[in-house]
């Protein structure tokens, strides 16, 4: 691993058409490590006219119908040869990745790699698994609903775990037989880059997948006003989110399904099975990857009964973690992406303590000396709903606790925010999961851990943490159109 974290990184141009090519205006971007502020190498920052070219790049390809009527059967040797050429990097992909983004590598050799070979071999299963319909009509009828694929699809994905999220939006628009154009986060694209290289090698055709790096705010914005472009999908902030949809409003009216985040609350009564066991898991929810996860457990909502004997374990939890280079395999949380989004969690937890909340553990930089952007596993108590660190995400390892007297009193906080995207409860009474499991409005409730949800089931967010699934068979939905054929006979 040392050699691979010691290598240089080639410069990165655009991936369009099966060719590497440079932005149409020559300009590039520099990738800075956050492991230590050093200059990594450069990608191309794309500009609309590159978007174009990517986007007449896919439809060719999906008109040619070399991938769009290929065989379900051919597909699907694809999409496990692309599987296995990522198990076989994987080591590789994870360290290039931390390079870029600064997850620890204990984490990101799974998340990455691990999830992205994991997800396109389950699409691969999948894809001629799904059948069409026959309606049930009047005998002198016969009504056929088919699945067609959309045509071509734009996919922006930030820049926590690009890998991972990449493949949740590629490998089901593959597997219906679509064309795509990535558009990777500007903080994080090498191990995309690397992806779609690697998707070449294994027999994808030219065109069916292009990668455009560069500013969102540029490309990210021609290919949300891209008239070509059917299906728009998005994992990032409400914000960006709100963009896309006036895009598309501006444009074709493009579908577009939105991944926004949240605000996840952990939910611990005095009832919990294991409190030490509890806590321990609740830190690697909120603090793993320096709290850079949608469905971090930001929200500590503990019954009051426990509340400081569970605030001090995880207090223990987060002072014993160790936070430093993420390439080293003992680290437990790596680097915070970039200096801007450092800066940003040192703000919210500054507003946190001016609005009232007690600092109880971290809320300073860590390692100056290193020149890379780490931040300490920070835990803030007396939060109370109304404030500003219980409502806005911080996307950082930042955790505000806040107690509660009743399940209802549980429930009505849990739901106090604007999001929906997930959720844990801690509880050793079989009935009230269930009802919690009910009561709370997010697509993702946890009972008595936190996380690990595979490719069998759906991650979606409720209200404005987005819409559309990600992961499950119902991903594939986004991915095509039904046409209903209606026969007289």
């Known amino acids: 691993m040392d050699a691979l974290a010691a290598a240089p990184v080639a410069a990165r141009g655009l991936f369009i058409g099966g060719r590497w090519v440079a932005a149409a205006n020559g300009a590039v971007l520099p990738v800075t490590s956050p492991i230590d502020g050093q200059r990594l190498t450069t990608i191309a920052d794309a500009g609309a006219a590159d978007v174009d070219a990517a986007v007449a790049a896919a439809r060719r390809a999906f008109d040619a119908g070399l991938w769009s009527r290929a065989a379900p059967a051919e597909r699907k040797k694809v999409l496990h040869r692309i599987a296995d050429a990522i198990e076989r990097e994987a080591l590789a992909l994870a360290v290039l990745g931390v390079r870029d983004n600064g997850t620890e590598i204990s984490m990101a050799i799974k998340a990455e790699p691990g999830s992205a070979a994991g997800t396109f071999r389950y699409y691969a299963e999948a894809l001629d698994k799904i059948p069409g319909e026959i309606a049930p009509t009047a005998e002198n009828v016969l009504g056929l609903v088919h699945r067609e694929p959309v045509g071509v699809v734009g996919a922006i994905v930030p820049w926590n775990f690009p890998l991972m999220i990449g493949a949740w939006k590629i490998a089901p628009a593959l597997a219906a037989g679509n064309s795509v154009v990535l558009k990777p986060s500007e903080v994080a694209s090498l191990s995309l880059l690397r992806l779609a290289e690697i998707c070449a090698e294994c027999g994808l055709p030219e065109g069916v997948l292009n990668v455009v790096t560069g500013m969102g705010a540029v490309s990210g914005e021609a290919l949300g006003l891209h008239p070509d472009v059917d299906v728009l999908v998005f994992t990032g902030s409400g914000g960006v989110g709100r963009r896309l949809l006036d895009y598309s409003a501006r444009s074709n009216l493009k579908r577009v399904y939105l991944e926004l985040g949240g605000k996840s609350?952990?939910?611990?009564?005095?009832?919990?099975?294991?409190?030490?066991?509890?806590?321990?898991?609740?830190?690697?929810?909120?603090?793993?990857?320096?709290?850079?996860?949608?469905?971090?457990?930001?929200?500590?909502?503990?019954?009051?009964?426990?509340?400081?004997?569970?605030?001090?374990?995880?207090?223990?939890?987060?002072?014993?973690?160790?936070?430093g280079n993420p390439l080293r395999l003992d680290t437990q949380a790596g680097a915070i992406a970039s200096e801007m989004q450092l800066a940003r969690v040192a703000g919210m937890v500054a507003q946190a303590t001016d609005e009232g909340a007690a600092l109880v553990t971290g809320g300073e930089r860590l390692l100056p000396e290193t020149g890379g952007s780490y931040f300490a596993p920070t835990i803030l108590a007396g939060v109370a709903p109304d404030m500003t660190i219980a409502r806005e995400e911080v996307f950082g390892p930042v955790l505000g606790v806040i107690p509660f007297d009743t399940e209802a009193d549980a429930v009505r906080i849990a739901n106090g925010t604007d999001y929906g995207l997930a959720a844990a409860v801690w509880t050793g009474n079989l009935s009230r999961a269930h009802r919690m499991v009910r009561a709370i409005d997010a697509g993702v409730v946890h009972v008595n851990t936190y996380g690990g949800a595979d490719n069998t089931v759906p991650l979606g967010g409720h209200r404005q943490s987005g819409n559309g699934h990600d992961k499950s068979l119902h991903a594939m939905d986004k991915y095509v159109n039904l046409k209903t054929a209606w026969i007289q006979l």
């Open 265 to 323: 609350p952990n939910v611990v009564f005095a009832d919990a099975p294991d409190l030490k066991q509890a806590a321990r898991i609740s830190a690697a929810g909120i603090f793993r990857n320096s709290g850079q996860v949608c469905v971090a457990g930001s929200r500590l909502l503990v019954e009051r009964a426990v509340a400081e004997e569970f605030t001090e374990l995880l207090a223990a939890e987060a002072r014993a973690m160790k936070v």
